[in-house]
């Protein structure tokens, strides 16, 4: 997923988006040298422990975390890697900030 980043200067250039969860691990996917099939321990070896953003406020989790909590451990391809993974972000999207940290997101600034 992605997100435009709050606006602000009145620049006339298309502003940047954030990439955050599957999105964002996808690009790390295209920059490393991960070949499929791939176990757990290969995507985590090729990629590292590195810190994958799972919203646009740039909350992030470890990707051995990511890859512990997702239902299988063994990926056939990169979709299948990022179709498992994908759970694992939105449920941590969604059970951040209980009820103060939802009113202050819905905020608009």
Known sequence: MAARPPGGGGGT?????IEFGIAALDARI??????????DEEVLRALGDI???????????????ALERAETSRFENETALLDALYPVFD???????????GLRDALPF
């Open 13 to 17: 250039s298309e502003p940047k988006t």
């Open 30 to 39: 295209e920059e490393a040298d991960v070949s499929f099939p791939a176990t």
């Open 51 to 65: 810190d994958v953003p799972y919203d646009a406020k740039g909350r992030s989790m470890a990707l051995s975390e």
């Open 91 to 101: 449920e941590a999207r969604q059970g951040t900030g209980g009820f103060f940290q």
